[in-house]
């Protein structure tokens, strides 16, 4: 049997399918160019802040490029920060004035794209965040930039939260109505309060009106576990789930958030991307775990997706190509598949499909235990040549345990050369 999460109010049937996604990180921290909370890290100061909205004019933006080189890797979902944390808006929102089409480049960021991505095919989220560090009523909390200033603290008093929530509630509405069927909305996040400051969670954010408006305008969307009350899907971020996520001992969707390099920001002088290697790994990885992968990418100031980005986007495009059979459709193996050392295995239940993929190439041989008899054909899914098989002799399983000698462990007969692709995968047809 596979795991099965309980069905929730949206509607995650394509998102389980689809499992890979491209996150885009997009705003005026663009500029600086040194991670999207340049402004709280740095405490930088509204006024002194304006600068980069001054200077904004991404002349070269073309989400044409953006929604190509997302498909082409493979993703088959975006979602974007209509807000992020600092507070500039991406779209033309009657709300405030802080938004793109009031800096240089003057225009609407966010219709274009998202036309743009639902013409190559892919769904449409938006990632909103409710924190917001430019909004006049917004209160000092331990992520806030001004958070060691005791003028901006001692002004809180005069501040009205509630005025903001309406700013966000207003705001949500916008983006419920005006961009068309709008598949994910990921808010971020609730904050924890300290000794010296308050925190902001579901009472602030007014989050069971906020679910109610959304679904009211959106019914099927799915909403993620951000706003202090679960709902369609739990968002792991910066680390791999051990095992399939779980709430109350019982599987969720959930997919794992990740980043090239670190920052969420286009980030000029990090030096910490990933390989394509370890790409590659972390998708197959949440797969096989029963989740997804949003990976994401920070757009240059000028408006482009750097080399580096590109150069990764492609890669995994390559190694998608020919091997999204083992990731489309897949989901964790049945428990009484388990995988050999350095492998992953994923399952697609309609096909009844089990494929193994290969961290690390082993020397001519893989032993698989509980597969004897269990496997009608074995192939390389990058060139669908034939992988043989039999049955284990027992000196190759010394050290396997006697009731694995006995008989049960299959073996697959490799060539001594990996495969010329990242990862290998080998696809069982199960009987
Ligand atoms: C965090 C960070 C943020 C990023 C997000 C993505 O909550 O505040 O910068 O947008 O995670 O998951």
Known sequence: MTLKP????????????????????????????????????????????ETYFKHFDPDLYDPQLWADAAAAAGMKYFVVTTKHHEGFCLWDTALTDYKATNTPYGKDLLRPMVDAFRGKDLKVGFYHSLLDWHHPDYTADICHPMRDNSE??????????ERYSEYLHGQSRELMSDFGKVDILWYDFSINATEKLPGKGKDVWQSEELIKLVRDLQPGIIINDRLEIDQDIKTPEQFQP??????????????????????????????????????????????????????????????EFDSRALDRLAGMGEWMKRHSRSIYGCTQAPDEFRAPEDCRYTY?????????????????????????????????????????????IPEESYGAGVEVREKTLLTLELPVKQPSVTVPVIELFLK
């Open 6 to 49: 309980d069905p929730t109010p949206g509607d995650t049937d394509w998102f389980v399918h689809d499992r890979f996604g491209m996150f885009i990180h997009w705003g005026l921290y663009a500029l600086p160019a040194r991670h999207e909370w340049v402004k709280s890290n740095e405490r930088i100061s509204t006024a002194d802040y």
């Open 242 to 303: 051990r095992s399939w996520v779980k709430v109350d001992g019982k599987p969720v969707v959930w997919e794992a958030c990740q980043t090239f390099s670190g920052s969420w920001g286009y980030h000029r002088d990090e030096e910490s991307w990933k390989s394509l290697d370890v790409l590659i790994k972390m998708l197959i990885d949440s797969v096989s775990k029963g989740g997804n992968l949003l990976l994401n990418v920070g757009p240059t100031g000028r408006g």
């Open 348 to 392: 697609n239940p309609i096909t009844n499909r089990l494929y193994l993929h290969v961290f690390s190439w082993p020397y001519r041989h893989i032993h698989l235990p509980n597969m004897v008899h269990r496997v009608e054909y074995a192939q390389l899914l990058n060139d669908a040549s034939e992988v043989k098989m039999r049955t284990s």
């Open 152 to 161: 901006y603290i001692a002004a809180d008093s005069r501040r009205k939260l």
